[in-house]
T-cell receptor, first 115, second 109 residues
Framework: IAGITQAPTSQILAAGRRMTLRCTQD?????MYWYRQDLGLGLRLIHY???????GKGEVPDGYSVSRANTDDFPLTLASAVPSQTSVYFC??????????????FGPGTRLTVL | GQNIDQPTEMTATEGAIVQINCTYQ??????LFWYQQHAGEAPTFLSY??LDGLEEKGRFSSFLSRSKGYSYLLLKELQMKDSASYLC??????????WGAGTKLIIKP
């Protein structure tokens, strides 16, 4: 593995189903993030984690949950998917969240469609 | 509220120079980032400015004026591979990135 990987690459999901998007990084970065990207809008932060064992809410956390059991993995769960959660989801990581010059590096994204 | 404004789309000619502007109003300021995003791909880091002035990196330069809430990304000697979206993002007082919607740059031969 090099950098950040996300799985699945794409998914079509029925409304009401539960779904977990996976994100793994091998850079030993402390901070990790989940964003959604919708046409015409900027990336919006869903949840973040500045270090293993801690998580925080971003701009649009409703309907999503995360966990950070270790440094490398940061899964995002949709407990009961709704069509408005159709989006492209990007996972990112940075060396130390909450600091200046802390550059975020992005995974390839998961394209999710909820019908 | 927090707001980042960029033009939605720009067109330029191969070999030319283009300037992409970004204005921002955020709760606090801890730096401004520019990212490049090719269609269907992840954003990739281009530049970071926290002090006023121009930062040059090869064909790309980024300028910041904190007093004006303004930045621009300057791309010189445009190549076809520069066709992409360019995202402006500000690190706010909570050290969270606030993102603009991006500027789609179309390069014509």
């Amino acid at each position: 593995i090099a950098g950040i990987t996300q799985a699945p690459t794409s998914q079509i999901l029925a409304a009401g189903r539960r779904m977990t998007l996976r994100c793994t990084q091998d850079m030993r970065h402390n901070a990790m993030y989940w964003y959604r990207q919708d046409l015409g809008l900027g990336l919006r932060l869903i949840h973040y984690s500045n270090t293993a064992g801690t998580t925080g809410k971003g701009e649009v956390p409703d309907g999503y949950s995360v966990s950070r059991a270790n440094t490398d993995d940061f899964p995002l769960t949709l407990a009961s998917a709704v069509p408005s959660q159709t989006s492209v989801y990007f996972c990112a990581s940075s060396e130390n969240g909450g600091t200046l010059t802390d550059t975020q590096y992005f995974g390839p994204g998961t394209r999710l469609t909820v019908l | 509220g927090q707001n980042i404004d960029q033009p939605t789309e720009m067109t330029a000619t191969e070999g030319a120079i283009v300037q992409i502007n970004c204005t921002y109003q955020t709760s606090g300021f801890n730096g401004l980032f520019w990212y490049q995003q090719h269609a269907g791909e992840a954003p990739t880091f281009l530049s970071y400015n926290v002090l006023d002035g121009l930062e040059e990196k090869g064909r790309f330069s980024s300028f910041l004026s904190r007093s004006k809430g303004y930045s621009y990304l300057l791309l010189k000697e445009l190549q076809m591979k520069d066709s992409a979206s360019y995202l402006c993002a500000v690190l706010d007082s909570n050290y969270q990135l606030i993102w603009g919607a991006g500027t789609k740059l179309i390069i014509k031969p």
